[in-house]
């Protein structure tokens, strides 16, 4: 099994012409998805809020997040992004990846399409 990298695009809600562009590693542990801060505030990203976040490591941090227009696969959905390191590697998170209706599949390390995103 292995590891699932995606290409994402990342924009500021309503028209906006800027963009973060990038590979994420789709990460079915990490609830939100993070980006470098620098890129993000490049991007015309903001942080809106504040909350505590568990790294893998067990350290509990507050971090900064802001709400964005997430790209990937020709799935187009909108979330809560976390403001991160300037040298971290970017997460796409479970909730946009179940809001945009896809598994991860990491025997194939490919993003899979449910038929149809489940309302019950």
């Known amino acids: 099994m292995g590891l699932v990298h995606v290409a994402v695009t990342l924009r500021k809600l309503g028209a906006s012409r800027k963009k973060y562009a990038a590979q994420f590693l789709a990460d079915s542990g990490a609830t939100d998805s993070l980006a470098p801060a620098k890129e993000l505030k490049k991007a015309g990203i903001r942080p809106i809020g504040k909350k505590l976040y568990e790294l893998a490591d067990g350290t509990i941090v507050e971090l900064p997040f802001g709400l964005a ?31 945009a209706g896809m598994l991860i599949d990491p025997a194939n390390q490919r993003l899979k399409r449910l038929p149809a995103i489940p309302l019950k």
């Open 69 to 99: 227009v997430i790209e990937f696969q020709g799935e187009i959905t909108c979330g809560r992004v976390i403001f991160g390191p300037d040298n971290v590697e970017p997460l796409l998170g479970a909730t946009a990846l179940e809001s």
